[in-house]
């Protein structure tokens, strides 16, 4: 049975950090054309899409300050 891709990212999200970050850009390169500044456009919307989620009051942020206090101590 093939799996979904639900479950692929699932199993690729359970691999270490340097191995994900070679994937990652394994497949930004296959899709040939992809350029910095399509990028950056795709950056920008998502950025527009999760403002307007905080503003209509769909989530709620985290202060940098507890992001970041979150991420020291899981790389301990």
Do not use: K
């Not at 350029?35 to 769909?58: F, K, P, S, V």
């Amino acid at each position: 049975m093939a799996q979904t891709l639900e479950q692929i990212e699932a199993e690729l999200l359970q691999l270490p950090e340097p191995s994900r970050a070679r994937l990652a850009q394994s497949l930004l390169s296959s899709l040939g054309d992809f350029d910095e500044a399509g990028t950056d456009l795709i950056w920008a919307e998502e950025a527009e899409r999760r403002y307007q989620e905080i503003q209509r009051g769909e989530v709620n942020a985290i202060p940098s300050e507890e992001v970041f206090r979150e991420a020291r101590s899981r790389l301990r």
